[in-house]
């Protein structure tokens, strides 16, 4: 009896869908034509993206490159459709999803369309993480993925705040102080079009995020319902910020080919192009290795540093799955040998040392490194040596790390990822 039910049920609720679809041939056909609009311009995608490709052949590359436009449609959507300069709210920039751009393994990512001629309130609280940098910042390329990267007006750190005893905070953004206001405010260039938040944990398992929200006081609170014209221009949008994001970040390689940084890495400046304006210093190098190769990373480290790490990345820039494999090191996990230099191993084996650096594979993949407010900033030195001989290269007390003790770091650090604020 039961089954004849859930039949008759199945059977009832076909024929309401049915009932449902039927349209007239004009609306089937303005349907059609819609939808179109928004998937046609999708389909030369691929093919704008083939040169970032080093072996278009190879159909592993092919499907990577496939996945990271899906990957980059994803965060299209959030960005138009959470994403509110009127109503703003935070959304997960980057993270182990959406791991464009050698996006930092330490940090969470998250980011709210600004008007810089509005007034906006942030407040929430502070946790303990190492730090927590505001980035105020023009152009559309993070918000919404239109155009280029443009200047960066400001970064504010939290710390800088009036903190309460359970690390409460607010703090007005407006592009003058309002009149009589003596609380936290920080100041909005005009043209300001985005705020990013990043947090950045050495210790994954034991600090804990920040929680805050964005509100604009120049509006009302209600957010209205997108008209169709709303919705449609949104649409057509995806597919333009799914070409940037993944054609502008992975693109940034092709010029480390042109300066010759193939197992090599130089050291830049780029505090004034976005990120901490203070002493931001990036590590930057490609990667070329076969199976039974590996590079052996070595660096001075600074004696005073809030923060440094190195990290490990795909063939299109994407940082390593650093959820599930020890794709980057940081301050707290490096193990600094006796005379004060940090090595590292990169390879696709596991070497059986503490500070492996795991490429997953990728014989084109690069490495990307910072320094943050040091007061020096060293140039690694690069070694391409075969797997089997890396203890070569090694302090002779460079402890074995076996596979199970591999494995239980491994669990811990997948811990450690899962705990934290990502989306």
């Given amino acids: 009896m039961k089954q004849s039910i859930s039949i008759l049920a199945l059977a009832c609720l076909l024929n309401s869908a049915t009932a449902f679809a039927d349209v007239s041939?004009?609306?089937?056909?303005?349907?059609?034509?819609?939808?179109?609009?928004?998937?046609?311009?999708?389909?030369?995608?691929?093919?704008?993206?083939?040169?970032?490709?080093?072996n278009p052949d190879d159909p592993q590359q092919r499907q990577e490159l496939y996945q990271q436009l899906f990957k980059t449609l994803s965060m299209a959507y959030m960005a138009y459709f959470v994403g509110d300069a009127a109503h703003p709210d935070f959304w997960p920039l980057f993270n182990q999803a959406y791991s464009i751009g050698s996006a930092n393994p330490d940090d969470t990512y998250y980011v709210a369309p600004l008007d810089g001629k509005g007034t906006y309130k942030i407040s929430g609280y502070r946790g303990t993480v190492r730090l927590i940098d505001f980035q105020i910042g023009s152009g559309d390329f993070y918000p919404h993925g239109q155009g280029g990267m443009m200047p960066t007006f400001a970064n504010y750190d939290v710390d800088s705040l009036h903190l309460g005893k359970d690390g409460s905070f607010s703090v007005l953004l407006s592009s003058e102080r309002p009149a009589g206001y003596k609380g936290d405010w920080w100041k909005m260039d005009q043209r300001t079009q985005y705020v990013m938040v990043r947090q950045?944990?050495?210790?994954?398992?034991?600090?804990?995020?920040?929680?805050?929200?964005?509100?604009?006081?120049?509006?009302?609170?209600?957010?209205?319902?997108?008209?169709p014209e709303e919705i449609a221009d949104a649409l057509r949008r995806i597919s333009i910020a799914a070409d940037n994001w993944t054609r502008i970040p992975t693109g940034r390689l092709t010029s480390y080919t042109a300066d010759g940084l193939i197992n090599?890495?130089?050291?830049?400046d780029l505090s004034a192009q976005g990120g901490f304006t203070t002493k931001q210093y990036y590590v930057e190098g490609l990667i070329d290795i076969a199976a039974d190769e590996a590079l052996i990373y070595e660096t001075q480290v600074p004696k005073h540093c809030r923060y440094w790490n190195i990290v490990t990345n795909d063939s299109l820039w994407n940082t390593v799955d650093y959820t599930n494999r020890q794709s980057n090191l940081n301050g707290y996990t490096a193990r600094i040998d006796k005379d004060g230099n940090f090595r590292a191993v990169v390879s696709a084996s596991d070497p059986g040392v503490p500070n492996w650096l795991d490429n997953a594979g990728y014989a084109q993949g690069s490495l990307f490194g910072r320094w943050l407010q040091c007061d020096s900033q060293p140039t690694p030195t690069v070694t391409k040596v075969k797997l089997v001989d890396v203890r070569k290269y090694l302090p002779a007390d460079t402890p074995v790390v076996t596979p199970a003790q591999r494995d239980a770091s491994l669990r811990e650090r997948r811990a450690g990822a899962q705990l934290r604020k990502r989306w």
């Fill in 264 to 268: 090599k890495v130089v050291v830049r």
């Fill in 200 to 227: 950045i944990a050495y210790n994954w398992l034991k600090e804990v995020d920040g929680r805050f929200g964005i509100q604009r006081l120049d509006t009302p609170a209600v957010k209205p319902r997108m008209t």
């Fill in 25 to 54: 041939p004009d609306t089937a056909a303005t349907i059609d034509r819609e939808w179109r609009s928004y998937v046609e311009p999708l389909l030369p995608l691929a093919g704008k993206a083939t040169s970032l490709m080093s």
